[in-house]
């Protein structure tokens, strides 16, 4: 079973650019979801989505980010302006169930972003 | 949402058995307690998860008293390959959400 994919693996931009991350979940997951992990931290979650539509997103910064997932497959999350304090490792995670009970989260590899 | 408190760092030698230790107080009925493992430069890897009492898989064992305000994750046997920064979270089943900490920072020395 292919994994969680991400592109790209590594992004060096200037404050005020954009950017646009990529995730492409494992097949026939219906959550998605979007994290934040800053070097020596947890991974904050971003925003999580349950097929194409928004679950929870209480903590994106939505000035400056944004997220979509048409179709209920792929996902972007896109930032602009970048500032310094973006920084980061950008994780994406999908989990196969809809229903209760504690289901696992798979994650990809990570996009580092580096903003210069 | 439930905080999880575990330590920083641990160090340990290959072959020994490691505990880490987490406490949740605020836990809530719907959680589970979830525990991951990360490499660098990779993301989380689910390791191992249960509600109470003792989960056992191929990796861990997880023990959770009847209270369950707090678990121990037991890594038997560790090996080199297990320096990692180990997570313990609470599984908000009814959010379907994840909250990371900070981790605990596992060495393994020869």
């Known amino acids: 079973e292919a994994g969680v994919a991400q592109s790209p693996r590594y992004k060096i931009i200037e404050k005020r650019q954009s950017v646009a991350f990529w995730c492409n979940p494992i097949?026939?997951?219906?959550?998605l979801y979007w994290y934040q992990q800053i070097l020596g931290q947890g991974p904050k979650l971003l925003i999580q989505f349950q097929n194409n539509g928004v679950v929870d997103d209480s903590q994106l910064p939505k000035d400056r980010f944004s997220a979509e997932r048409l179709k209920g497959v792929d996902s972007t999350l896109k930032i602009q302006p970048a500032k310094l304090e973006d920084s980061a490792v950008y994780l994406c995670?999908?989990?196969?169930?809809?229903?209760?009970?504690?289901?696992?989260?798979?994650f990809g590899p990570g996009t580092r972003l580096t903003v210069l | 949402l439930a905080k999880t408190t575990q330590p920083i760092s641990m160090d340990s030698y290959e072959g020994q058995e490691v505990n880490i230790t987490c406490s949740h107080n605020n836990i809530a009925t719907n959680d589970y307690i979830t525990w991951y493992q990360q490499f660098p430069s990779q993301g989380p890897r689910f390791i191992i998860q249960?509600?109470?009492t003792k989960v056992t898989n191929e990796v861990a064992s997880l023990f959770i008293p009847a209270d369950r305000k707090s678990s121990t994750l037991s890594l038997p046997r560790v090996s080199l390959s297990d320096t990692a920064v180990y997570y313990c979270?609470?599984?908000?089943?009814?959010?379907?959400?994840?909250?990371f900490g900070s981790g605990t920072r596992l060495q393994v020395q020869p």
């Open positions: 979270l609470a599984w908000d089943t009814g959010r379907r959400a994840l909250t």
């Open positions: 995670a999908s989990s196969a169930s809809t229903s209760g009970g504690g289901d696992t989260q798979y």
């Open positions: 097949s026939g997951h219906a959550t």
């Open positions: 249960g509600y109470k």
